[in-house]
């Protein structure tokens, strides 16, 4: 039974753009916090632990993340492991978000120059201080456009997790189109959908940039 | 007991070693230009003063506190030992108020309030009331030089370190802030100022000590030492740069 393109489906769309949105945001924060990790195993002057991050990073950046995906979502179970797309789908993105985390942040934190610390340290501040009051406000400010720059490409990236079926706003495309026959009015909404959410993202950043006024 | 005292120091990086038993001392309220040519430890010294070197030799009193002591409280050394660096290093994210506040609330515990009461106070004294409220990018070197000046003004300390804090400076620039390390001096801080600004050393320093290849070379009188050097050394340095 073919049917008309209608705005049910775009409603529909909408909605399932709303686990695209849910699944980046997920793998931010699981990324995020395990990108913190990352970023601090490279920078402690602790060999073994540096080498371990350095391989993790070269590990996920290394490979492409639709691989990773079926690793978890085919891999597992053979292992004795069940998981759905969903959890596979959030556990290899935010994986693979920690390995950019952690490199644009410790390329935020390392870019403070060297004499930030020490004007820190010449006015007796402590080391938690320099890092707390001086350091860190500007590897924040350093880091927001990459990081936004990174959350787009997650936004985007979301659309493999289709592949595995996860019903996101790509894999919803894909099944309104095969019961409508109309893959460009359909995809285009999609585009569109993609855009808003990617175009308010960098809009946020510009935002957040000038009210930190960051250093030129 | 002087101020600061330097027994026989010795510095090392890596297999290069480039204060080569270094003994000095400073008086309360002495004014002392260190000049030399570029690459003779100058900066090192200064450094090892305020605990942002380690020495691997020799011993370094500031204020009554051992600096080489292996628990020495450096914070508490460094809020006595104040240092302006050539780049002026203020914090980019924070205005010239927030710049002097930060360590004035954080090491020394002031409120807010005193706080602000002593950063208008500072910046006042180098001239700069009216970029209170500016950010370090919108200041000229010479401006963002003063401000350092008075943030470290504003810690209290009983020893100044400058290290050729007119150096990164346009020609036209160097002057305020010499002026305002003149107006520094003439309160009766104790500093140690590595400088080329021959004139500067001779017209407003106590004492001159010439470094030259990780020592010494000639610690004496300002103008004596300046207008009769006594080791060939130091004539071709003087040479050099006044020429
Ligand atoms: N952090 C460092 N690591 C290695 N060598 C250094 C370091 N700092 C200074 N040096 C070396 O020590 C010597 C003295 O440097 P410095 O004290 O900066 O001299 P000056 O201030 O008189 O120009 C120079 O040869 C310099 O290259
Ligand atoms: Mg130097």
Redesign the interface.
Known sequence: MIREFAGADIIYLIEAARWTLLLALTATVGGGLLGIVVAVLRVIPFRPLSWLAIAWINLIQGTPLLGQLFVFFFGLPLVGLSVDAWTAAALSLSIYASAFFGEIWRGSLQSVSQ??W?????????YA?RLG??VL??AI?ISIAPTVGFLVQLVKNTSLTALIGFVELTRASQIISGATFAPLPVYLTAAVIYFVICFSLSQLAHMLERR??V?? | MSLVELVDIRKRFGAVEVLKGISLTLEKGEIVAVIGRSGSGKSTMLRCINGLEKVQAGRIVVDGIDVTAPKADLNLLRQRAGMVFQSYNLFPHLNVERNIMLALKLVRKLDTSAAREVARAVVTKVGLADKLHAYPDELSGGQQQRVAIARSLAMQPTLMLFDEITSALDPELVGEVLRVLEGVASEGMTMMLVTHEMNFAKNVADRVIFMHEGRIHEDGPARETLLEPRTAELRSFLNAVLH
């Open positions: 004499r930030q020490e004007a820190g340290a010449a006015l007796g501040l402590t201080q009051h001086v406000p500007q400010r930190l006024h250093a030129r």
